[in-house]
């Protein structure tokens, strides 16, 4: 079963937008998945014309699969996917195959530095564009102090990008407006991993689809966002001893096709399932009362929160059969080993945390975690999101610290060499929505975005539009391409993209991967670090004994300052160094100094990091996002012990009513990835997924008089957007659009003839924990399109 299976893609690559997940390598459970090499290379290169394979890790999801990068002259020809590598053993998804290499090696690319002058981007040397930056940050710390100063950036990073601009953001700078479009896609993964457990870490691996004997996925499409892991689980379902699958989705995605059980729920209404689903295993003794007992504080205050929600209820409240959610709770109840995996359909939606939560219940309240088969996967939506988290360039506090912990702060004053009172540590940090909001009100005229185009993926955009194109506020972007967002800016700076740039990427498992340099960037592009770094060394950050902050020549050196920050936390990557991860595709933290393993699940001894003196957050109230606090957590005394906790269910922050009377839902395409600056440029995925659509049920489609095909406007109370329709076996009552399709190639002014953006009728609203933007519940109305010239 371990043979060695080769694929690549026909002649323009048909065969892998045709065929997604591949051929099929069926295996038991218990079994090791069999090994299947794709690779992919350019018109007119052959294996024997590649001058070297040089190591990376594919960044086109959050699977981070260990791949090669083919160069010839120069130039990146191909990519084949790593047997050796644990994460994906060989494959490669549509995405990896025909936009990696494709996605950055484009004519549109930016190759030179562009300033605003007498209101056009025109070209300018690094030097004047350095300067432009360098005298306005200073003018304002001067005037106003760092609260004048935000960073927005990216899940798509390099480690050693993101602890570079946490460093000159939380010690240089001193501003606590500093976040990433993580907050869009995995700020719940995290929230709900340190209010159950005390600290941000995946409980799970990748191997345990390999052993489980059921499969939950909870708002996660996972054939469209992480293709290789989905062709994991269908080896696992065309083999022999398949997983019993259950699917909570409200659209008939092929994920739901292949679901035992498939709770097509209404958007917004994912705790009242959730509730359900606890209350049938408590009320069943589905549960290890000697593992909760021991290991777990909290269960009278969840038993009193989900008495009431029996199969009957929530199944009204959600739109699907109380059988089915009985089911599905004898499901978890009885299987010997259950995986959980969770994603945007719950971290995008209502009650996002307080509904991630219960899944870490279910799972404690049958002993189910730190076991082969046996745990779950609070899932990443980004490449390098995990990075972003530990790093502290979302706003979190480096390494997995607690903002509310003195010595924390302290640990990290020694580290950069600077007073605990230039750590901003006052107040929480500002979150991404907020952020912006301080854009608009005009206290942030400073902001610098980095990889990232909140033009596109934030909610409501002609709000987001307006808010970039304040006159006041200094905006600078650096990315690969000229985005919606770059096209606002006030300075335009040329990053290096993946393969011409060195560093580290760890996926949501806690797998670290190498991606070496492969090329050059083209033209004067520079690498992310090499732009913070200039920007540290023009603003002379220096810490307090008068050496400079970051004293850092190249990625090496940041690599070995971040392992400093990691030692003794959580994610301690002491033990994991860059010549390792040339030995050895894809390690995962903790690895201590000295070990030479790494355990492939936590909490195996059920000992959890929820001890006063060590855990990375005290915790919320779930419904309000009021703090805990380091008073209310002594109380809790959770000591080592995981914490159960739920809220009250809420419902919809806008539920239909008689003027806007369907709910709308965002999501993603197989074939593209996030605001399509890299896929759209591969021919074979624009090809297969040109532009955007509209999915509604037969039912619904029907009461309105459309049909398949139909130009219809979608309708909020923020805006519209127009395509054609899919007549789909979604949810009644719900209309669905991709979230991906901007308009950086379209005609000018579409955004008001034609809007095609998911997120012009999105809402300004948030989870009150994570404060992750509620991109799947909206009030809309739908009517069949007029269309003008």
Known sequence: MNEQVRTAGAVGGRDRVEDVWGSRTPFARGGRWPDRVDQQLAEGIGEADVDRWVRSACVL???????????????????????????????????????????????????????RRDGELVEASWDEAMTRVVERSRALLDEVGPLSHGFYTSGQLLLEEYYALAVIGKAGVGTPHMDGNTRLCTATAASALKETFGADGQPG??????????????????????????????????????PTLVVVDPRSTPVAKRAAVHLAVNPGTNLALMHALVRELLVNGWTDAAFVADHTVGLEELRGLVEQWTPERAADVCGVDAAHIRAAARIFGTSERVLSTVLQGFYQSTQATASACQVNNLHLLRGMIGRPGAGLLQMNGQ?????????????????????????????????WGVHPLKIPHWAPPTHAMQLFRYVEQGSIRFLWISATNPAVSLPQLARIRDVLAKPEAFVVVQDLYLTETAELADIVLPAAGWGEKTGTYTNTTRTVHLSEQAVEPPGQARSDLDIFLDYARRMDFRRDDGRPLLDWSGPDDAYRAWQEC???????????????????????????????????????????PTHRESCEDFGHDLLTGADVGPDGFAVLAPNGRAILKSAPYAGPHEPPDAEYPLRFTTGRSVFHFHTRTK???????????PSVWLEMAEADAAELGLAEGDLIEVRSRRGRIVAPLRVTAITPGTVFAPFHYGYWDAPDGAEERRPTAANELTVTEWDPVSKQPVFKCAAVRVARAEVGP
């Open 566 to 608: 990691s030692r003794g936390r959580p994610c301690d990557y002491t033990g994991i160094s860059y010549d390792d991860l040339r030995r050895e595709s894809g390690i995962q933290w903790p690895r201590r100094e000295g070990e030479t393993t790494s355990p492939p699940r936590l909490y195996g001894d059920a000992e959890f």
């Open 61 to 115: 999801c959050s699977n981070g699969c260990g791949c090669d990068i083919a160069v010839k002259d120069g130039r990146m020809v191909g990519i084949r996917g790593r047997a050796d590598d644990p994460i994906n053993r060989g494959r490669l998804g549509p995405k990896g195959l025909y936009a990696s290499w494709q996605g950055v090696e484009h004519r549109d690319r930016l190759t030179t530095p562009l300033v």
């Open 383 to 415: 490449p390098t999101a995990q990075n972003n988290r530990e790093c502290g360039a979302d706003g979190d506090l480096s390494g997995f610290r607690n903002w509310h912990n003195p010595e924390h702060v302290a640990q990290l004053a020694r580290l």
């Open 679 to 689: 896929t759209a440029r591969a021919p074979e995925l624009q090809a297969a997924a």
């Open 205 to 242: 691996c990748y191997e345990d689809l390999d052993e489980c004997d059921a499969l939950f996925l909870y708002g996660h499409n996972m054939a469209a966002t992480q293709t290789v892991a989905w062709s994991r689980v269908l080896d696992r379902l065309d083999g022999p001893e398949p």
